[in-house]
């Protein structure tokens, strides 16, 4: 048994050179089995309303004939219709599978049946119920009287016919209509969410039969050596796969599937859904055998990670394909480019836009202006530079810088560090002249609030003060004798006048107490008061380039 070595994902395989022949007899198997497919493509864009099954005997006859006779040219004689047909269990299962669909045809066509009766009966029932004709009797012996009345109920029994008429064939209208479409409606659920999905599975399994059929023919034959690969397990790699989505190593997952079966197409087509692909990936691929996409390639090499060697990946994209590495290069980092440059501009129009700033100090510090105020340095800083990083990551910087595609304003070696840290410098300048202006509105506000304080504890000391005075003249009031009415007099004066005073300074208190609740509200939603926006005069214009 000969083997070949092959690379994969920068792990070496020894793979005998029978699985190359393996995907090779799978590609020319494929016309066949799209041939198996292609009545249930047809069905399910056919037009048709009822509903009828496929005769799967007369669909793969055609084709196996046709499977025979390539196997003829490998001298395979002995094999027959009926061996990958009628001793093919899957075949059996489509036989099933028409059979149960057409009792629930005939079940649909019953009920449907027996609804129309019982709705029709009724149609009529309503219909000829409204024959009553006048609803009188006459008694009377006069033959005219007779004749008149006789001739009455007459027209109005043909009046009510005439209506009966026309509501019977209006109830049958809807009748025939509400039918049809619960009736195609019905059909249409049994096409194709019950009969439709249960033959693709069936009619996949009977291909797979029918290849594996083949298989042992060429390796009964001696043209195959199947027993070379026969260890090797599709559905098992499949399954391996499966658990992609579960684990943080998906190159491991990628890596154990391949070595369970590295013809299983699905380990190709899952890291090219990632975008877990190297420079030697198309190579691989086409060694086995398997063809590979202009376009898969490149959406697997912008779906890589950023510290991947994606420059090498692209060149081996461009050489296979014939495509400018400079120009693909772009196609292929434009898009993280693009979002460097986004975040970019975000960062800028926190440094000119006071309302943008505010939003993101209320994100990112606090929301409450006293507290922004008393905010240190040290701390503000690094919220800065956390949030700089995540907007312009080194990773994604040092590869587009690497790969030729540079931002305009920063050329040079250093960009990824100029950048952040020009970025995070600007930033902090911002908001450390921010904050000042914000802790100057604080000072004020707190010099204001201890004034309004000061006055509100003088008022509180009057108010306590007046009620002390009014309780001693109260006291000295009640203790004068009956006579004592002068005395009483400029006692009663004197605690009017200080409930009066403590009328006013108890309006006065609760002025100063709304004013206090003003200023406080103030100076802890300083920033989101109204601002003003100030654009600075030499706003950069930000651009992404290519460089080649």
Not at 322 to 340: F, K, M, N, P, W
Not at 386 to 394: A, R, S
Request: glycine share 2%; charged share 30%; aromatic share 10%.
């Amino acid at each position: 048994m000969l083997r070949f070595k092959i690379d994969y994902l920068g792990k070496e395989f020894m793979i005998p050179l029978e699985v190359t022949e393996f995907v090779q007899y799978s590609n020319k198997y494929m016309p066949f089995h799209l041939m198996m497919l292609e009545p249930l493509r047809a069905y399910l864009n056919s037009k048709e309303k009822g509903f009828d099954v496929i005769d799967w005997r007369t669909v793969f006859t055609p084709i196996i004939q046709e499977i025979i006779q390539r196997l003829s040219e490998h001298s395979i004689y002995n094999i027959t219709v009926s061996d990958f047909i009628e001793n093919n269990i899957r075949f059996t299962r489509l036989l099933e599978i028409n059979n149960e669909c057409e009792e629930q045809a005939r079940s649909i066509l019953r009920k449907a049946y027996d609804n129309y009766m019982s709705q029709f009966q009724d149609a009529y029932s309503r219909a000829t119920s409204r024959v009553t004709g006048t609803g009188t009797s006459v008694y009377t012996s006069d033959p005219l009287a007779y004749l008149v009345f006789a001739n009455r109920e007459s027209n109005e029994i043909n009046r009510q016919i005439i209506q009966a008429k026309i509501e019977y064939n209006n109830a049958i209208e809807r009748l025939n209509k509400d039918n049809s479409n619960w009736l195609d409606s019905q059909m249409s659920e049994l096409r194709l969410k019950r009969y439709w999905p249960a033959c693709m599975k069936a009619v996949d399994d009977f291909s797979k039969q029918v290849f594996k059929t083949i298989i042992e023919s060429l390796n009964g034959a001696g043209v195959f050596n199947y027993n070379a690969i026969c260890h090797y397990n599709i559905d098992r790699s499949t399954e391996i796969l499966n658990n992609i989505d579960l684990v943080s190593d998906k190159k491991r997952v990628v890596l154990e599937a391949f070595s369970i079966c590295p013809f299983n197409e699905m380990v190709f087509a899952k890291a090219l859904e990632i975008g877990l692909i190297d420079n030697h990936f198309i190579e691989t691929m086409e060694t086995i055998g398997f063809k590979v996409s202009k376009e898969e390639m490149i959406s697997a090499c912008k779906r890589m990670g950023t510290t991947d060697n994606i420059k090498s990946v692209i060149e081996s994209i461009a050489n296979r394909f014939d495509i400018e590495i400079q120009d693909l290069t772009y196609e292929v980092l434009s898009e993280r480019a693009q979002q460097i440059k986004d975040s970019y501009l975000e960062i800028d129009s926190l440094c000119y836009d006071d309302k943008e700033l505010n939003a993101w100090i209320s994100n990112h510090i606090s929301a409450n202006g006293k507290l922004f105020a008393e905010t240190e340095s040290n701390s503000i800083r690094e919220e800065i530079k956390q949030f700089v990083l995540e907007k312009l990551p080194l990773d994604v910087l040092d590869q587009l810088l690497d790969n030729g595609i540079q931002l305009a304003e920063f050329e040079g070696c250093q960009i990824s560090n100029t950048i952040q840290k020009n970025t995070e410098e600007r930033m902090f300048d911002r908001l450390i002249l921010y904050q000042g202006k914000v802790k100057s509105v604080v000072d004020s506000c707190m010099i204001k609030l201890e004034e309004i304080q000061s006055k509100i504890t003088a008022r509180k000391d009057r108010i306590r003060t007046i009620s002390n005075e009014e309780k001693n003249y109260n006291t000295q009031k009640g203790e004068l004798g009956l006579f004592a009415l002068s005395e009483k007099r400029a006692l009663a004066k004197r605690i009017l006048d200080l409930q009066y005073e403590h009328d006013v300074v108890t309006k006065e208190l609760v002025q100063l107490s709304i004013k206090k609740k003003a200023l406080r509200k103030e100076m802890d939603s300083v920033l989101s008061l109204p601002t003003h926006i100030v654009k600075s005069k030499q706003k950069e214009e930000f651009e992404v380039k290519k460089f080649y």
